[in-house]
């Protein structure tokens, strides 16, 4: 058997075609549950043992750190599959097929020829490092190449997460007094949209127009100085300095374009500004006849394009002939995941949209279900009929764990509900999305040691440690301290070692000018002795070894313990550093991590390390359906995702689609994909609810049913209507004014009544709010 009759076996012929096809650049259009990443990995699969393409020559990107490790699992998998049959393949001639011998796994490849089969390769995650995030891709080119840009940065340089470059923008606009003019989440956002535009501040600024603008392009400048300063890029310069990179050097672009046969990128549909000119100049185009590329592929669904707000242009997906002529469309129209009913309900929203691929998707399951649909009397109804249902689900054998269904919404304030219901009634439940576990102070903490150590320019970080655990350096004297590193134009670090030097506080007032009181001196002291050590010890320890050190170094199990005031939050929060130290784990003296060579150096593991911590941005919890929690998540964070379970909530105008949404066709046609893309994720069951009323920012809203609603044919749904039979159910003495008593939110006072709804205002500001069902309340 040839490899080519074993990839036909394996897939249907639309995704046959796309596997096979590498005469020219390909535009895969894969519908949801079409086996998207089956097709990718047998792509590459036919690359490597098919063409004899070297792995290191072929570039995967993906969006997330999951499709990454998931693309790079499944084709080690098939690889030991291939090598299994032991192919034959007529095709293979010496004089087509050149490869080095000292590649790894490609030694026998000569023999293998005049024996008319397939080389045996055995492949590993080492040799498919070039499979991996945008980030992850280009941060390994700047690693090699950024010491070309005008740039002062090295190649050892830090990566700040979200949170610590939202920190420098903080205190820009304190320095510069203008946090009552600009938020520092307007700040950011605007120098992300530039980055992610290709322009730099001094861009910017040339073409500045108005007040406005000059403020922000300042800001933006000021903001950058302070990163070249402490040798630190932020999250969206891992795009933006490859790009100018390649912009400056003709000769490093041809490198890089010269380093790959082939590019395959995963979702290109949600691909930014920056992130399809980087894949452009890779791969060569029409924008640039001089410069041949690499061979790409593109594969996505324009179906499921859903992160227009975040920079997202799905006209690139659309227009992709004009970069590439020659490229071949291939279309994937067979859903290997729903039922036919969903399969059907989600054609028939989605076709509403006017600017997209045509295509229809058909189901490959069978079955005759239906969708059901409920009207509310309103939200907290909706929480506890759906609640009632899981529960239903659960005793009738319907699912085998609560953890098969998933309870999607719009916004994330829709979740409370359901939250207080899951409580009451002892149902285990997990939140999607709503914190990470890089998020968790704790984590934070430590990881801003590690990166300190690595780095001790890095003031983001120095400043989150400097006082953890407590030092007694307040706030007033770090104010000082930074003003004097500011006015003088170095770091906080060297300001911190002149500290130390000077010894104390008289002649550290008079040589700097810096007032500090004694224990603030004493603790910066300590500090830098604590520093000094954990700096020796990168040079004997690998990562894992580290962090163990470093926690019993600064005691902080016991700062832990102070902080949270009980032992089991503290226990819990250490467990999580516990988990650190596994992820720590794999970088080793003599081994090979899951991306790089082998390395020798403490300091090198360390810094790779860290860098993975950094791409890690989208670690989310497995969905393993095994679990017993009912899963909670906005429609964004489904994708990608599938559950048998599906419920819908809130499919409302102006709750979704969203209220700002409906005004403009292009953010509409958006939100429809959104609905499109919650549809899909359900396998078998899927309800959809909507309520009569509802409370948002605590005031009751009437909403009509969501319009994509009316866009599922009634043959596909079953109908009921639970808000006639609840409406005036409940008798009750309770009047506006009483105090009440809610067995949860504790006592409160009834702000307003309505059939056997009350508006509750609690005591305990946690709560707040409420509109609560009457027979949930006690009179006080």
Same mark, same amino acid.
Not at 436 to 462: C, G, Q, T
Not at 638 to 646: I, T
């Given at each position: ?53 070297? $792995? ?33 393949? =007529? ?6 097929? *050149?490869?080095?011998?000292? =590649?790894?796994?490609?030694?026998? +490849? ?53 949170? =610590? ?71 969206? =310069? ?135 649909? +409920? ?11 759906? @609640? ?5 689900? %659960? ?45 968790? %102070? ?13 780095? $001790? ?14 030092? *007694? ?41 810096? *007032? ?130 599906? +419920? ?111 508006? @509750? *205002? ?19």
């Amino acid at each position: 058997m040839q490899l080519k009759e074993y990839i036909a076996q394996n897939l249907n012929q639309e995704q046959t075609a796309a596997a096979l096809h590498t005469d020219t650049s390909s535009l895969i259009i894969a519908g949801a549950g079409s086996g998207k990443t089956r097709v990718l990995t047998y792509k590459i699969a036919y690359l490597i043992w098919g063409l004899n393409i070297r $792995p290191k020559r072929i570039l995967g990107v993906t969006f997330t750190n999951k499709a990454a490790n998931e693309m790079k699992e499944r084709l080690i998998k098939l690889g030991e599959e291939i090598n299994a049959q032991n192919f034959s393949d =007529d095709n293979l001639s010496i004089e087509e097929k *050149k490869v080095e011998e000292s =590649d790894s796994g490609f030694g026998d +490849f000569f023999q293998s020829v005049e024996n008319k089969k397939l080389p045996q390769i055995s492949l590993d995650a080492r040799q498919l490092k070039r499979i991996g995030t945008f980030h992850s891709i280009f941060l390994k080119i700047l690693k090699e190449d950024i010491e070309h840009l005008e740039k002062k940065y090295t190649k050892d340089f830090a990566i700040l997460d979200a949170d =610590d470059s939202a920190k420098i923008v903080r205190d820009l606009l304190k320095r510069f007094a203008l946090t009552d003019t600009f938020k520092p989440q307007e700040v950011k956002g605007f120098i992300s949209k530039q980055k992610n535009e290709g322009r730099t501040a001094e861009f910017f600024l040339k073409y500045a127009n108005g007040n406005y603008d000059e403020s922000m392009g300042k800001l933006y400048q000021e903001y950058e100085k302070e990163l070249e300063k402490s040798n630190s890029l932020d999250f969206d =310069d891992l795009l933006l300095l490859p790009y100018l990179l390649f912009q400056k050097s003709p000769e490093i672009l041809r490198k890089w374009q010269n380093a790959f046969d082939f590019i395959l990128v995963d979702e290109a549909q949600d691909t930014n500004w920056i992130q399809f000119e980087l894949m452009k100049l890779m791969s060569g185009n029409v924008d640039h006849p001089d410069q041949k590329g690499a061979n790409i592929t593109l594969i996505g669904d324009d179906f499921q394009s859903i992160y227009g707000r975040r920079g997202a242009l799905m006209e690139n997906f659309l227009n992709v002939k004009q970069y590439w002529p020659d490229i071949q469309m291939f279309k994937l129209q067979t859903n290997y995941r729903s039922k036919p009913h969903i399969v059907a309900a989600g054609n028939e929203v989605i076709k509403k949209n006017t600017k997209q691929y045509e295509k229809n998707i058909v189901a490959h399951r069978e079955g005759n279900d239906k969708i059901t649909i +409920f009207t509310h009397p309103s939200d907290t109804d909706e929480a506890a009929n759906t @609640v009632e249902m899981i529960k239903q689900l %659960k005793e009738k054998g319907k699912i085998r764990s609560r953890g098969q269904i998933a309870i999607l919404y719009r916004t994330n304030s829709q979740s409370q509900n359901f939250e207080s219901l899951f409580v009451q009634e002892g149902i285990p439940y997990k939140i999607f999305g709503a914190f990470k576990f890089f998020e968790r %102070k704790e984590v934070k903490d430590i990881l801003a040691y590690l990166r300190m150590i690595n780095n $001790p320019f890095d003031s983001v970080s120095l400043k989150r440690v400097l006082n953890i655990p407590n030092r *007694k350096i307040g706030k007033t004297s770090l104010d000082r301290i930074e003003e004097f590193a500011v006015d003088n134009g170095v770091s906080l670090y060297e300001t911190l070692k002149l500290i130390g030097e000077l010894g104390n506080t008289k002649t550290i007032e008079q040589e700097s000018g810096i *007032k500090l009181t004694s224990p603030a001196v004493s603790g910066i002291q300590d500090f830098l002795t604590l520093f000094v050590g954990l700096q020796e010890s990168i040079k004997t320890l690998n990562p894992a070894d580290l962090l163990e050190y470093l926690l019993k170094k600064i005691n902080y199990k016991d700062y832990l313990l102070k902080e949270e005031g009980s032992e089991q939050v503290a226990e819990e929060k250490y467990d999580n550093l516990g988990q650190l130290i596994n992820m720590a784990s794999k970088y080793d003296f003599g081994a090979s991590n899951a991306n790089e060579e082998v390395v020798s150096s403490g300091e090198d593991l360390l810094r790779r390390f860290l860098e993975e911590v950094t791409l890690m941005v989208d670690m989310i919890e497995s969905s393993d359906e095994n679990s017993d929690a009912v899963k909670l998540m906005t429609i964004h964070s489904s994708k990608g995702l599938e559950f048998p379970v599906v +419920f819908i909530v809130g499919a409302e105008d102006n709750i979704f689609p969203l209220a700002n949404a409906m005004l403009e066709p292009k953010t509409l046609e958006e939100e429809r994909r959104l609905m499109y893309v919650a549809i899909t994720r359900a396998k078998d069951v899927l309800f959809i609810s909507h309520a009569n009323q509802r409370m948002t920012r605590g005031q009751l809203k009437m909403n009509p049913p969501s319009r994509f609603l009316e866009e599922i044919p009634n043959d596909l749904c079953k109908f009921y209507d639970l808000s006639q039979s609840r409406a005036g159910a409940v008798s009750s003495s309770i009047t506006e004014g009483a105090i009440v008593r809610h067995k949860l939110f504790g006592q409160g006072i009834v702000l307003e009544i309505w059939n056997n709804m009350a508006v @509750v *205002k609690f005591d305990n500001p946690k709560f707040g709010l409420r509109k609560v069902e009457l027979k949930f309340l006690q009179e006080c």
